[in-house]
């Protein structure tokens, strides 16, 4: 049910506009003044605001520009009198969703809520949108990926502050985004700042801004970062790269939310949600006295950890699809899977930059490949060597056909079937079907072999040892 705020310091305009509404089907609350109107606002979920102009106190125009940095998201209907319509045109001109001028009829103030409601509901089918994106932007199935998920949704919509923790390359970014986009904070900036690329002599004004004269060069004043990102979410990316000196400043900014520009004496006042990311352990940083103990306490309120590529390989077929549907659109390319071979390569590869690394990696070899089908062939030369758990060859098997009946994993499990009976098949063939030495080849006891066999309709009198 839509929350209607009805504000007028007229009894019985208040008490009519509440009973138009309640028969619409919504639910209404009232205020006396625009003062009022902020507390309900601050108590409870407002969806639309229907205000008198001109109220003691605080008057519509007051409220409207409190609120549009506040609560940008409500939309604002002012009510004017015939005398005071240039002042609710202006009210409009600075974010106001519609003016309806009394006397009104009940049918004006019907279809103005009804508009402004509508309006309300596209914006969060909107939202959802760009959360879902967000969201499906971060691949994987695996059992870490589901916690980190988990912690998104719960900690999304939240002021809590967030440290995101993993190597170089697993995505941190990605999450800084889904918890933005997750958030009431949505409508506002989303304002990303790599630590490690600032030179320390201009961090504080990089964060925090400066005034006009505050150094040689400074002919204008500047917003910093935490300006800039009012309302809405900070992201410090590898923040172990602040200075310690200017560690300090960063915690006050946090603990009170107000902070000075460089050469400036004014303290200015910024609602800002912060999100920060390391790929350093910050308890060792803080060990050794490169962090502040402090700071990494009101950093690390709420923890999520990215593992690394080589943690998740089950999670390598998905993100391997994703980039070859990407990067096919992309290049105007038409890359339909890779073989087995090539598959087994990437889940054994290291990949020390992780997730970063493999997108690169398939970005090239689409860029370079003319094969609808990629092989070992498309790939660097220093990845191709066998990996020490695969001592036979093994033929190239389509890891994701075209298949219209069958899933993913049905797919999986068919294809690894074939792979089996293949190895399987050679190496009886290599031993002259003794099962012993066959087992010991293929590196798994003779009673895993012989099940194996079994199932895949190999055993037969000419298996037995000789």
């Known amino acids: 049910m839509f929350h209607i705020l009805v504000v007028d310091d007229e009894a019985n305009l208040r008490k009519v506009l509440a009973t138009i509404l309640r028969k619409q089907g919504y639910e209404v609350s009232l205020a006396a003044h625009g003062e009022e109107a902020l507390a309900l606002v601050q108590k409870s979920k407002v969806d639309v605001i229907v205000t008198d102009l001109v109220m003691p106190k605080l008057g519509g125009m007051e409220l409207l520009k409190t609120l549009a940095q506040t609560h940008p998201e409500i939309p604002i209907i002012m009510i004017t009198a015939h005398g005071t319509v240039d002042s609710a045109v202006e009210a409009i001109k600075r974010?106001?969703?519609?003016?309806?001028?009394?006397?009104?009829?009940?049918?004006e103030i019907q279809s103005v809520v009804e508009k402004a409601a509508k309006?309300?509901?596209?914006?969060?089918?909107?939202?959802?949108?760009?959360?879902?994106?967000?969201?499906?932007?971060?691949?994987?199935?695996?059992p870490q990926m589901q916690e980190v998920f988990r912690l998104i949704d719960k900690v999304a919509n939240t002021p809590s502050t967030v440290l995101i923790t993993g190597e170089s390359g697993t995505g941190k970014e990605l999450v800084a985004t889904a918890l933005h986009q997750g958030s009431s904070r949505h409508p506002q900036p989303?304002?990303?700042?790599?630590?490690?690329?600032?030179?320390?002599?201009?961090?504080?004004?990089?964060?925090?801004?400066?005034?006009?004269?505050?150094?040689?060069?400074a002919v204008n004043s500047k917003p910093g970062r935490f300006e800039l990102a009012e309302g809405g979410t900070l992201f410090l990316d590898e923040i172990s790269e602040i200075p310690v000196e200017m560690q300090v400043k960063l915690?006050?900014?946090?603990?009170?939310?107000?902070?000075?520009?460089?050469?400036?004496?004014?303290?200015?006042?910024?609602?800002?949600r912060l999100v920060a990311a390391s790929n350093r352990n910050l308890e060792k940083e803080v060990e050794t006295g490169r962090f502040r103990k402090?700071?990494?306490?009101?950093?690390?309120?709420?923890?999520?950890?990215?593992?690394?590529?080589?943690?998740?390989?089950?999670?390598?077929?998905?993100?391997?699809?994703?980039?070859?549907?990407?990067?096919?659109?992309r290049l105007h390319k038409n890359v339909e899977n890779l073989s087995l071979e090539a598959l087994s390569m990437l889940q054994n590869w290291p990949w020390p930059g992780n997730?970063?690394?493999?997108?690169?990696?398939?970005?090239?070899?689409?860029?370079?490949?003319?094969?609808?089908?990629?092989?070992?062939?498309?790939?660097?030369?220093?990845?191709?060597?066998?990996?020490?758990?695969?001592p036979l060859p093994v033929d190239e098997i389509t890891l994701v056909p075209q298949l219209k009946d069958a899933s993913f994993k049905d797919i999986v499990r068919m294809k690894?079937?074939?792979?089996?009976?293949?190895?399987?098949?050679?190496?009886?063939?290599?031993?002259?079907?003794?099962?012993?030495?066959?087992?010991?080849?293929?590196?798994?006891?003779?009673k895993s072999l012989q099940t194996k066999m079994k199932e895949l309709g190999l055993r037969d009198e000419n298996n037995e040892d000789t």
């Open 416 to 446: 690894s079937a074939e792979v089996e009976r293949e190895l399987i098949a050679q190496a009886l063939e290599e031993t002259k079907g003794n099962v012993t030495r066959t087992a010991k080849l293929l590196q798994i006891s003779r």
């Open 355 to 390: 997730i970063r690394e493999l997108e690169n990696l398939m970005e090239r070899v689409l860029v370079l490949t003319e094969a609808t089908q990629l092989s070992l062939a498309d790939f660097p030369e220093n990845m191709r060597s066998p990996p020490p758990s695969s």
């Open 251 to 272: 915690l006050r900014a946090l603990q009170e939310c107000a902070f000075e520009r460089v050469g400036g004496i004014k303290t200015t006042r910024v609602d800002v």
């Open 119 to 142: 309006t309300v509901q596209a914006n969060k089918k909107n939202v959802h949108a760009d959360w879902l994106r967000s969201r499906s932007a971060i691949i994987g199935n695996s």
């Open 190 to 217: 989303l304002i990303k700042i790599n630590c490690a690329a600032i030179p320390k002599d201009l961090m504080e004004s990089e964060l925090f801004g400066y005034e006009r004269g505050a150094f040689t060069g």
């Open 294 to 329: 402090d700071l990494f306490y009101r950093l690390n309120v709420v923890p999520i950890h990215l593992p690394s590529l080589r943690e998740r390989k089950d999670d390598i077929p998905s993100l391997v699809n994703h980039f070859i549907e990407k990067y096919n659109h």
């Open 95 to 107: 974010g106001a969703f519609d003016y309806i001028t009394k006397p009104f009829e009940q049918s």
